[in-house]
């Protein structure tokens, strides 16, 4: 399996919801990622985990939550999003996450959220 | 925060033709990656080219990096349709660590049938 799988593929949820993205890979990857991009605009990084502990937050808003149960699941936990949150998210994983591996990430399909 | 910017920000050409995209990056990096993400879908990964190489080839793609001028080209020969995508460009800054791998800002590629 060399996959990255993302549910759901879309996701509008209220300003008052509380919603979970997941991702899962079962590639033994030890470094998982979770982007945001914007129409036109390149994937921004948000944090990254490293043997399913948070090494990265890249300043992320209180809003948004990660969480690693296990080395090959990886959550992001909403609740009380803006209008502006409304994005692709985008979830990697690579095998680790300081050398710079030549398979490079492996993304998945990401989440188009619309919050209304 | 963006580490590359890519030039030019939109090409359009004839399936057959070459196409050839260049990254321009700000710090010392330990290696260099091209991606390619279709409309809306998630990137895919190309190539990646350390920082002690120079040329790098896979299939129909080249690469090159220039470390001193911080610059790299991605040059796609034979060019097809199913080419048409974004191309971005993603650094791992020499900062030791973890790797905090940030993109540029893409060239999008309209192959024409």
């Known amino acids: 399996d060399t996959e990255v799988t993302q549910t759901p593929k879309h996701l509008v949820m209220g300003m008052t919801n509380k919603k979970s993205l997941k991702c899962e890979q079962h590639?033994?990857?030890?470094?998982m990622y979770w982007y945001k991009q914007k129409a036109k605009k390149p994937p921004e990084l948000m944090f990254v985990y490293s043997y399913e502990k948070l090494s990265i937050n890249e300043s992320v808003p209180s809003r948004f939550s990660p969480e690693c149960p296990n080395s090959s699941l990886l959550n992001l936990h909403l609740h009380a999003l803006q209008p502006e949150d409304s994005a692709l998210y985008l979830c990697a994983s690579s095998q680790e996450s300081w050398t710079g591996d030549v398979r490079g990430y492996t993304f998945g399909s990401g989440t188009r959220l619309t919050v209304v | 925060s963006q580490q590359g910017e890519e030039d030019p920000q939109a090409l359009s050409i004839q399936e057959g033709e070459n196409a050839t995209m260049n990254c321009s990056y700000k710090?010392?990096?330990?290696?260099l990656q091209w991606y390619r993400q279709n409309s809306g879908r998630g990137l895919v990964h190309l190539i990646l080219i350390r920082s002690n190489e120079r040329e790098k080839h896979s299939g129909r793609l080249r690469v090159t990096l220039d470390t001193s001028k911080k610059s790299s080209s991605l040059l796609i020969t034979a060019s097809r349709a199913a080419d048409t995508a974004s191309y971005f460009c993603?650094?791992?800054?020499?900062?030791?660590?973890?790797?905090?791998?940030?993109f540029g800002t893409g060239t999008k590629l309209q192959v024409i049938p």
């Open positions: 710090t010392s990096i330990n290696n």
């Open positions: 590639m033994g990857h030890r470094a």
């Open positions: 993603a650094t791992d800054p020499n900062s030791g660590g973890y790797q905090k791998v940030t």
